[in-house]
């Protein structure tokens, strides 16, 4: 498999963008599948794979050992899921300059709605895990 991504990438180096195609069509599912697992938004996933083929074609040119590529690939991914998740975080607010009864409401609505993304976080994996067998 290692052997065949380098060959690959090797195609994909010497312009052939049918190597390309194949190699996005070989990781596209996995790539996803991880970047949902990550994020746990099946939409905001698509994106965030399709910036990593980008980032792949692109960059491409800069990996070192081709043998390593499918650990590369999973490294990007990885950085475009942290990066995405550091913009989702709410700006913080002083706790000083608001009504009590508003800061218990505010707290049980937001523990209301990270019981639910925990909810579908979980099914979301669970989706993936059957899907890989």
């Known amino acids: 498999m290692e052997k065949d991504d380098a060959h690959l990438i090797h195609r ?3 312009g052939d963008d049918t190597a390309f195609t194949t190699l996005v069509e070989k990781y596209y599912r996995n790539v996803h599948a991880l970047a949902w697992r990550k994020i746990g938004d099946f939409h905001h996933a698509e994106e965030i794979t399709q910036d990593t083929f980008l980032q792949v074609y692109k960059k491409l040119p800069t990996l070192k050992n081709r043998d390593q590529f499918a650990g590369w690939l999973y490294v990007i991914v990885d950085r475009l899921c942290i990066g995405w998740l550091r913009k989702q975080k709410p700006a913080a607010q002083s706790l000083e300059d608001t009504e009590a009864d508003l800061v218990g409401k505010l707290s049980y609505t937001r523990y209301i709605s990270e019981q639910h993304e925990t909810e579908a976080v979980e099914r979301h994996y669970e989706i ?3 899907l890989r067998y």
Do not use: S
Request: without cysteine; hydrophobic residues 65%; aromatic residues 0%.
């Open 128 to 130: 993936v895990k059957n």
């Open 12 to 14: 994909i180096l010497a």
